[in-house]
């Protein structure tokens, strides 16, 4: 099995140009003629994108070359206005790397890089008319260019072989790892689901670990953990069936469809050769100094496998737990919320539980939804002093969600502290247990479990307001019992 993975990054101009690269405008409206590949056009590298793809060098355990080219590939397709793409071959800026990741079961697996190159991303087909979406059936296609020239950066793994019938848990858990690994760093957002990061699954199949490599096929632009997951799985299972059965696997690239996770053949698959790289006569070499090289190391932050160890160390989590957090996305939003004041089960139990149902319901990841880290510690805070229930945090999580304003404001429109005042409780407590006579002597007779019932007669009547702690105590005042 073979990854690579594109990043496009969160610079503000394109790979060659001065373009803007913000997402949502018109079509074709940041084009220039350079991005364009109009006659007389010269390209001018990007100084962010080098220095982000050597901060990915360097985190990816990468040697960072002294001196490196730009080529260009050369191959036809419409959306590629130039008829090639400036990218990097043999010459790449970083090299020779590799990245651990941890499985489900705790296990670390190595995969080897083989490089991160810097190249420029293509245009956007729509493909109109047709079943699928795709350019078989279409009745025309339209383009835009506003994405091609965009900063990219691919990480090509090398072959990874031992990973036995885990593979696709480790091509998951490799894709995983690279995108919180790229969002530590700050050089890219990686959202899959826009594009931002998105992979390529080689895969081939051999009788024996000492037989060659089998032939491969590519599953093109998977765009999410899952996908990639059932990628890998789907095309392995399509391998052996086909070879088991006698056949021959075609050099090819695939289609991934989400809807069943099976592969359908897309086109023949060149090698390198074909596409006739040659070293870009526009663009001068790369030649980072060490110094600078040395400057971006030092400054890089705490891998996420480490920090995600020392942080389920300091929650107390367990591997599982911590698992479930960084499925949920929400590692970050619950440090934020912690450096917010709340402590750290609390702030787990409100991401983990209120807030990742809501972006569960809403199709979101939980760091997208309209509530900032500051505002949950403000929740638990009210919880935490007695102004709030957890029933009445979830209304204020609800009104703060649906755009009511802060927490505070949220408490103070709907009227939701709770009813703490000893007289107003005391009343509501004697007419609980004057209404539900029969209750109220189990409970003298020694039957405690009863009290449940008028606590929560005691919270209709207080619409949930009441403190159910303090209301269970004064039941059991009321009515002369100890609960030891």
């Known amino acids: 099995m073979g990854l690579e993975v594109h990043v496009e990054l969160g610079t503000k101009t394109k790979m060659f140009c001065g373009c803007s690269t913000e997402l949502g405008a018109e079509p074709n409206s940041q084009t220039c003629p350079t ?3 109009l006659p007389g056009s010269l390209p001018v590298v990007n100084a962010i994108a080098v220095e982000s793809a050597i901060k990915i060098g360097l985190a ?5 070359a002294e001196w490196c080219r730009f080529a260009r590939k050369n191959y036809f397709y419409p959306d590629m206005p130039k008829n090639f793409q400036t990218s990097q071959y043999d010459e790449p800026i970083a090299y020779n790397g590799y990245l651990d990741v941890q499985l489900e079961d705790g296990e670390i697996f190595r995969v080897e890089i083989e490089r991160a190159h810097m190249e420029e991303d293509t245009g ?9 979406g795709r350019i078989h059936g279409a ?5 835009d260019y506003n994405r091609a020239g965009i900063p990219l950066i691919e ?5 990874i072989e031992g990973a036995g019938v885990r593979a696709p848990e480790v091509a998951k858990a490799y894709v995983a790892e690279l995108r919180e690994l790229i969002k530590a760093l700050g050089v890219s957002e990686a959202r899959m689901d826009q594009g931002q990061m998105r992979c390529d699954v080689n895969l081939s199949l051999r009788p024996s670990p000492e037989a060659p490599f089998g032939t491969r096929s590519e599953t ?3 765009n999410s953990l899952r996908s990639v997951e059932r990628a890998a799985r789907f095309e392995i299972q399509r391998h052996a069936a086909v070879l088991s059965g006698g056949g021959s696997i075609v050099q090819e690239t695939r289609h991934f469809h989400e809807e069943d996770g099976s592969t359908t053949a897309g086109r023949i698959k060149d090698n390198a050769e074909d596409y006739r790289y040659f070293p870009e006569p526009d663009l001068v070499p790369v030649a980072p100094a060490r110094d600078w090289v040395e400057e971006l190391r030092a400054g890089l932050p705490e891998m996420p496998r480490l920090r995600r160890n020392r942080l389920r160390e300091e929650w107390g989590v367990s591997e599982h737990d911590m698992q479930s957090i960084l499925n949920a996305g929400a590692v970050d939003s619950i440090v934020a919320t912690i450096e917010a004041g709340a402590d750290s089960a609390a702030a787990r139990k409100w991401w983990m539980g209120e807030l990742a149902r809501n972006a569960n319901e809403q199709g979101v990841s939980v760091d997208e939804l309209p509530i900032t880290p500051a505002q949950v510690a403000r929740v638990a805070a009210l919880v935490a002093d007695g102004s709030l229930n957890d029933k009445l945090a979830r209304q204020v999580i609800e009104g703060v969600l649906g755009g009511e304003g802060s927490p505070d404001e949220v408490v103070e429109k709907r009227g939701l502290k709770v009813v703490s005042d000893e ?3 005391g009343a509501a407590v004697d007419e609980a247990i004057a209404g539900n006579a029969a209750i109220a002597d189990k409970i003298r007779g020694g039957k405690i479990a009863a009290v449940g019932a008028l606590v929560g007669a005691v919270m209709k009547t207080t619409r949930g307001q009441a403190d159910a702690a303090r209301v269970k105590e004064l039941i059991l005042e009321r009515l002369g019992v100890s609960e030891g």
């Open 35 to 37: 991005c364009l590949g």
């Open 60 to 64: 990816l355990n990468c040697e960072i």
């Open 124 to 132: 956007k087909s729509l493909h109109v008319g047709g079943a699928t």
């Open 139 to 143: 009745v025309h296609s339209l383009l």
């Open 155 to 159: 990480i090509v793994t090398k072959p």
């Open 220 to 222: 093109k632009n998977v």
């Open 423 to 425: 007289g107003a409780l």
